[in-house]
């Protein structure tokens, strides 16, 4: 099983940037897409974004085309969400879980108006 652990959460305005990443840990990580999820409170958790294995295909939410994007390096064992143009409505807690089944424990993001 793969082992994920996401950062890069935070506080920030509305129309600002982050980057989450997500480490994941297991020989067999570069064998799964990826995905994003989030989760917002009182919400369900809603997929966000997602990346094949090779990192060559890539899928967004509608909410998110354009302004978030999704990308891998395998060599890092790592899986980042770049989030430009932040709305308030983009707080949520942030997971990224592998096609295996694997969720990491969740970053906050926090977009003040």
């Known amino acids: 099983q793969v082992q994920l652990v996401e950062s890069g959460g935070g506080l920030v305005q509305a129309g600002g940037s982050l980057r989450l990443s997500c480490a994941a840990s297991g020989r067999t990580f570069s064998r799964y897409g990826l995905g994003w999820f989030r989760q917002a409170p009182g919400k369900e958790r809603e997929f966000v974004a997602a990346i094949s294995w090779s990192g060559d295909n890539t899928v967004y939410a509608d909410s998110v085309k354009g302004r978030f994007t999704i990308s891998r390096d395998i060599t890092k064992n790592t899986v980042y969400l770049r989030m430009n143009s932040l709305k308030p409505e983009d707080t949520a807690v942030y997971y990224c879980?592998?096609?295996?089944?694997?969720w990491g424990q969740g970053t906050q993001v926090t977009v003040s108006s």
């Open positions: 879980s592998s096609a295996d089944g694997s």
